[in-house]
């Protein structure tokens, strides 16, 4: 793996080995272990969109490993005055050890890649969000010890982070079944390639189909980044897909309910159920640097 551009650019060990390390960094961060394993290192992070979690975890990741995260916002970039991507990509590989980048468009993410002769990460795209789906497995393993064989329940809007876990449940044998409106399904060339990876995967219009028996129920905003002209038309078209009590209780009595955040309590997920016990959604949002951290060093080493 030399870029994560994607969740499928990672085989099965290869996840399972950034898990492993991730758990150790984790362990490591509380007992107050020094792991300065990235020394001297800077890496450049690109972004077009807003972030809480993914900006913080990454510079914190970097600090923790003993190097520095350049957060680089496209609006003062020479990118956003006509630069070619390719022109940067080519410029920062000869400051940098990784470039880390949230775009709009997924080929943006792709050209970096390229034309850039150090790493990169995709930190969000239209089509996906495998970082995010790094630290959602290691979140799951915690709580129920194993990842193959469970039963995922994606519901909404079939986006970038649902076509990340499509692709990462294929890779661990986690079975999904996703439940969206006509119109909001996953990417159907990420749902066939997770299929040839010997993937389970079901897309549905029935929230009540996934949340049956799921070990797992997954929600995300209903209004992603760059689809705010759309906000009235999907908030009435996702209504019935909202994730509260009543499709909890179909779900196994230890159903874990995750959510990348940000959340809109009373929109995708129910206030009782973000803030009620099955919730781990703070763990996730922990995870992410831990799980960034092992990417970095897989990655950078
Ligand atoms: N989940 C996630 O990526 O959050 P941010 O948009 O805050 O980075
Ligand atoms: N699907 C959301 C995820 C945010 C982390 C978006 O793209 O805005």
């Known amino acids: 793996m030399k870029h994560l551009i994607s969740m499928a650019d990672l085989t099965h060990d290869e996840i399972i080995e950034i898990l492993d390390m991730a758990t150790d960094l984790k362990e490591k961060r509380q007992r107050g272990k020094v792991t300065d394993l990235l020394k001297n290192k800077s890496i450049g992070m690109i972004f077009e969109k807003s972030s809480t979690r993914t900006?913080?975890?990454?510079e914190v990741a970097m600090s923790d490993l003993g190097g520095h995260a350049l957060?680089?916002?496209t609006r003062d970039m020479q990118v956003g005055r006509g630069e070619t991507v390719a022109d940067t990509a080519a410029v920062l590989s000869r400051y940098l050890y990784c470039i880390v980048a949230?775009?709009?468009s997924h080929d943006t993410v792709k050209e970096l890649a390229e034309h850039s002769s150090i790493p990169v990460v995709n930190a969000l795209s239209d089509l996906?969000?495998?970082c995010q789906i790094i630290a959602d497995l290691m979140t799951i393993r915690e709580y129920k010890n194993r990842l193959t064989g469970l039963k995922y329940a994606w519901i909404g809007d079939g986006n970038n982070v649902c076509n990340s876990a499509i692709l990462g449940c294929a890779l661990v044998d986690m079975e999904i079944v996703v439940?969206?409106?006509p119109g909001y399904e996953p990417d159907e060339n990420i749902v066939e390639q997770a299929r040839k990876m010997g993937g389970k995967v079901t897309v549905t219009h029935d929230p009540a189909e996934a949340a049956r028996d799921a070990d797992i129920i997954y929600a995300d905003v209903w209004v992603s980044m760059g689809d705010e002209e759309e906000r009235e038309k999907r908030l009435t078209e996702l209504a019935p897909y909202q994730i509260n009590s009543e499709l909890v209780d179909l779900a196994k009595q230890d159903v874990i309910v995750m959510h990348c955040l940000p959340a809109h309590r009373g929109e995708e997920i129910s206030a009782e159920v973000m803030d009620g016990p099955h919730s781990v959604v703070f763990d996730q949002a922990?995870?992410?640097?831990?799980?960034q951290k092992a990417l970095l060093l897989k990655l950078m080493c």
């Open 55 to 58: 900006r913080v975890s990454f």
């Open 286 to 291: 922990e995870n992410r640097l831990h799980a």
């Open 71 to 73: 957060y680089l916002n």
């Open 179 to 181: 439940a969206c409106p």
């Open 102 to 104: 949230r775009v709009y």
């Open 128 to 130: 996906e969000h495998p």
